[in-house]
């Protein structure tokens, strides 16, 4: 970055808006055009570096993907996105007349460059008929000339307005369109609208490349965004060369070429700007789980970081506030210093460590205890010496006096010197230990009443399975089975005597058998696949209807899955419906909508010429719709407003009234 400090003030002669990058600017701009030979057709379009900050320049392009934004005019190829030369708009220049529009096209004319583009129809110097063109149908075109430049009024959805001094304007092309009812159609098009679109998309071939591994990070200062607008364009700038340099052709086992792509360039070049440099990555303490649940208190660090609890759940908080003990921060708003803490205490190593770190501080405990013992016994030795040499010498009273006072202090002085030096090796004192006992309470008891919840959730899952399999056995218990009872008999079976229930399910059955038409619905379970062949078969060849229907109804009860819905559609299908009231229903049942749902299906029934009956779901609810229907070019036919929809309910009544 260079010195802004012999930029002159803003406002004054020589003041520089982009003083702060202008070294890599002009040397990233010399260098591109230096290094790649530029094609004959060439696009020139405005692009965006996002940016939202506070900016004299800044620009809103509401056109653009990217709205707010620093805009560059680039120049770039449309065969491989090179951009050849980029400027930075930073306002229009007071006193700097610009050429636009039709003056800027015979301006490049005369230096042997020739162009097209779109312009605005309200353009300075644009023809008056072409102004006040009004064309109506789609591909109509009004063209006028003056020399050798082309102004050109096409209709397409909108009438778009070219300049061109590179097409003919006697020639025309065909472009295909979409109608609204999905056909194609060719439309006649002037010359220059296929070569300006064939040539238009160099900036936006550019951008998409310089986009798709961006380096950009967010940062305050304007400036940098621009360098790292450089840093991208320099990257892919370097990627195009070496792809169509013939020196680093790649060719694979098969002998066809491979090209280089942009990722692998990418960490190609990252290595070679790292080089050799390796940075010293400063290490986290672990997190002390030994003593958990000791000195955990909110504590202010110097700089922040992530929240460790918020990086579980994928979000980025930064704070400063943290657990000291743990060496994490963590939030106080959101509880992740009581849940991050509450999940350390449940983890299966916190009752390990404890556990370790309280048999290490007995052994210190032990340890120390016994060195006060031996201390005391040295002291007693030594002082019974003493006694006996003033014994020997007689001494006076005053002597022993001063004596025994020596002997008290040095007793006390050495008793000082141990107890501190069992703390320094010891590093804790009683009532620690007793904290740390009532912790590692604490989490035993947490242990035991998780595996005690366990326990008595399997315990209850026993039960219900055993229950369940109960129910089972007293259904299928007898020769009879559960698809034949009655519901109504059913929900107050447990109410009942089991003599009763037993008899009025008999009864039931009696009337299944005897009513049921089972040669109608075989055919149609079959094509369910609820019966297989061989069980269709099988039926067939039984003589007996009775015999017959208690087969089939054992048939489905050994199914693995319910197949009451659609045992209750084939009876409705083989107009046997008053025999559903002795079917079973339990949790699987099937409302009469489900069962209208899976009768109707994709149901389309022709009445007369143009009007059809039709059966579909919308918003989970069932409608049948009598209604007029045409066709498309494609043969499909399509509803008609003119008609009528009915909903479950209303259906109903409407058949049953149907013989009134």
């Known amino acids: 970055m260079k010195d802004t400090s012999n930029n002159p003030p803003r406002g004054q002669p020589g003041h520089d808006k982009l003083c702060h990058i202008r070294p ?96 605005r129809i309200n353009r300075r110097g644009m023809p008056e008929a072409i102004k006040g063109a009004k064309l109506k149908e789609r ?158 208190w909110p504590f202010q660090f110097e700089k922040p970081g992530r929240c460790k609890q918020c990086l579980k759940q994928n979000r980025r908080h930064e704070v400063s506030i943290g657990c000291k003990q743990c060496n994490v921060k963590l939030c106080i708003k959101n509880d992740c ?110 242990v035991d009443n998780m595996e005690t919840v366990i326990k008595y959730q399997d315990n209850i899952q026993k039960r219900r399975k055993c229950q369940l399999r109960e129910e089972k056995k007293l259904h299928t218990g007898s020769d009879h089975f559960t698809v034949c009872l009655k519901h109504k008999m059913h929900n107050s079976a447990k109410q009942m005597n089991f003599t009763e229930w037993q008899s009025s399910l008999k009864r039931c059955a009696d009337d299944l058998r005897g009513k049921m038409k089972s040669e109608k619905i075989i055919p149609l379970l079959r094509q369910k696949y609820l019966l297989t062949t061989n069980d269709e078969e099988r039926l067939v060849k039984i003589s007996d209807e009775r015999e017959k229907t208690t087969e089939l109804l054992l048939t489905l009860y050994k199914l693995d899955f319910n197949p009451l819905p659609q045992l209750k559609l084939a009876l409705i299908k083989t107009a046997q419906s008053e025999l559903i009231q002795y079917i079973i229903e339990d949790k699987s049942e099937t409302k009469d909508e489900d069962l209208l749902k899976a009768y109707y299906g994709s149901c389309f029934i022709h009445l007369q010429e143009d009007t059809y009956v039709a059966a579909k779901e919308y918003r989970g609810q069932i409608y049948i719709h009598i209604r007029n229907y045409t066709k498309r070019d494609d043969q499909q036919r399509i509803p008609t407003k003119q008609g009528v929809g009915l909903t479950f309910s209303r259906w109903l009544i409407l058949e049953s009234k149907r013989d009134e």
């Open 337 to 446: 210093f009581f849940k991050y803490h509450e999940e350390l205490l449940k983890s299966d190593n916190v009752k390990k460590n404890l556990k370790e770190y309280l048999l290490k501080c007995r052994e210190e405990n032990l340890q120390l205890t016994q060195r006060k013992v031996n201390q005391n016994n040295l002291i007693t030795c030594r002082s019974n010496e003493d006694e006996e040499e003033k014994r020997k010498r007689g001494l006076n009273e005053d002597g022993k006096k001063r004596k025994m006072e020596s002997s008290k202090h040095d007793k006390g002085t050495n008793t000082i010197m141990t107890a501190q030096a069992g703390n320094k090796i010891r590093g804790l004192d009683g009532k620690e230990i007793k904290i740390l006992e009532q912790v590692k309470k604490i989490v035993d008891d947490k």
């Open 24 to 119: 890599v600017l002009d040397t990233l701009t010399t260098t591109c055009l230096e290094n790649y030979r530029p094609h004959k057709e060439q696009s020139i379009d405005e692009g965006m570096i996002a940016f939202k900050g506070r900016l004299s320049f800044k620009q809103y392009l509401p056109a653009k993907p990217t709205k707010f934004g620093i805009k560059v005019w680039e120049r770039a190829s449309p065969h491989n996105g090179y951009v050849h030369e980029f400027q930075v708009y930073t306002g229009r220049v007071a006193g700097v007349r610009v050429e636009e529009g039709l003056e800027l096209f015979d301006q490049l004319l005369q230096d042997r460059i020739y162009c097209a583009g779109t312009v």
């Open 139 to 296: 591909g109509e075109t009004l063209t006028m000339q003056k020399g050798n430049l082309v102004a050109t009024a096409w209709k397409d959805k909108k009438i778009v307005t070219y300049l061109s001094t590179n097409s003919d304007p006697t020639q025309s092309r065909t472009v295909r369109r979409r109608k609204k009812d999905g056909t194609v159609q060719d439309v006649p098009a002037p010359a220059v609208s296929e070569s300006y679109n064939k040539y238009m998309f160099g900036v936006d071939l550019a951008d998409q490349k310089r986009m798709q591994y961006s380096t950009c990070r967010k940062v305050r200062k304007w400036y940098k965004y621009l360098f790292w607008f450089c840093f991208d364009l320099a990257t892919v700038n370097a990627l195009i060369c070496m792809q169509e340099s013939p020196n680093h052709r790649r060719v694979s086992r098969t002998n066809t070429e491979t090209k280089l792509s942009q990722l692998e360039f990418r960490k190609a070049l990252a290595q070679q700007m790292i080089g050799q440099f390796r940075g010293v990555r400063k290490r986290k303490a672990p997190p002390v789980t030994g003593n958990c649940g000791l000195a955990h």
